[in-house]
């Protein structure tokens, strides 16, 4: 924002807009699994779409969530307005930087969105037509 101004807009509006993804660990699915955004109040004052999960191996999320060091402090909806610093500069963080930009120049990779493409093929969703659509935009797509 030019000259230290803030934007502001109604939270009609912002609601519309803001999306968050929660990452959690895999675990068998049925109509009485716990869902952490069921239980987060917050996650009332959004649109039902504006709140979605990915869920990772749980030997992935172990690493991802408890054990890889964190690139950010936790940005919890009370810190929203608050003062937040960046991320640290010490060398745990160096490191965790660098793991993450080689995740994404794999991620762009031909060759990392094919294994992606074939690690999809594998899950139950593949029954839906948008994650087949996706599997063959990844297979299709030119190195980026």
Known sequence: MAGGE????????????????GVTSR??????????????GWTDALPADAVVNVSLDPYAWSYFGDYQTKLHRSFRPKDWTADI?????????RAALA??????RYGRSKEGRQAL??????????????????????????DA
């Open 117 to 142: 493409a074939r690690a999809m093929t594998s899950e139950p969703a593949i029954a839906e037509s948008w994650l087949r659509t996706l599997v063959t935009h990844l297979n299709r797509s030119g």
């Open 99 to 104: 793991q993450a930009v080689g995740i994404v």
């Open 6 to 21: 803030e934007e502001r807009a109604p939270w009609s509006v912002i609601r519309t807009k803001v999306r968050f993804v």
């Open 85 to 93: 610093d960046g991320p640290g500069r010490d060398e745990k963080t």
């Open 27 to 40: 675990e068998k699915t049925s109509p009485k699994t716990w869902r952490w955004h069921q239980h987060a």
